[in-house]
């Protein structure tokens, strides 16, 4: 049976023998984490959160990267929209979102590979990172709510957004961020004082004014 799996394999073309690798070592793992999905998208639904990795094909063909992303399901999309079914949100529309990589790159693409063993390796190089690094991507939203009562407003004031998850790359959308979680949670005063930082930075940017305004309005 190996042998016969090996040898279909080698007969694929490398888009279809890569994704068939995928298929039979990483969607395994994916399961066994809790994802459902098929294709290049999954998603694993929490009490307060939505989880989604995304295997991305270059546009120019023969390579891909993976994408993780989460978004808490009282939270509106990456663009400000209403979210109407959160199982449905696609891995760019969230809020907090990277692409995996080891530490000392900006980005990661895995290439097909030109023979069996390349396209093996490349697959085990593929989940080594999802094994190594989702983790530290998904460990920065838990436990919920402690991760986020312990940010201050003044960290955000300073822009130290360091332990803001990925996706905060302003002080403003750090602050807006915070104010709507606190809002969420019923810390109507920590709500404020996030606003307020993100109404000191906010700039002419009116539909973010006119947020931040509604929150620290918020009785």
Known sequence: MENRARWEFRDMDPYERFHGLLKRDFLPLLRAD???????????????????????????????????????????????????????????????????????????WWTYGASDSEAKANVASLIDTYRRRSASFFGRFEPFPQVFE????????????????????????????????????????????????GLRHVGGAAALRAELERLRDTI
Do not use: W
């Open 34 to 108: 809790g994802f459902k999905g098929s294709g290049t998208t999954f998603r694993r639904t929490l009490p307060d959160r939505i989880d989604i990795v995304n295997i991305q094909g270059s546009q120019f063909g023969g390579q891909c990267c993976v994408n993780v992303a989460a978004h808490f399901s009282f939270l509106p999309s990456a663009d400000g929209g209403c979210v109407a079914d959160p199982k449905k949100l696609k891995q760019y529309e969230r809020a907090s979102r990277t692409r995996l990589h080891e530490a000392n790159e900006s980005d990661h």
């Open 150 to 197: 312990q940010i201050t407003p003044a960290e955000i004031e300073a822009g130290d957004l360091s332990n803001m998850p990925p996706g905060s790359l302003t002080v403003v959308l750090a602050a807006l961020t915070m104010a709507r979680i606190m809002n969420h949670l019923g810390r109507i005063e920590k709500c404020r004082k996030f606003a307020e930082v």
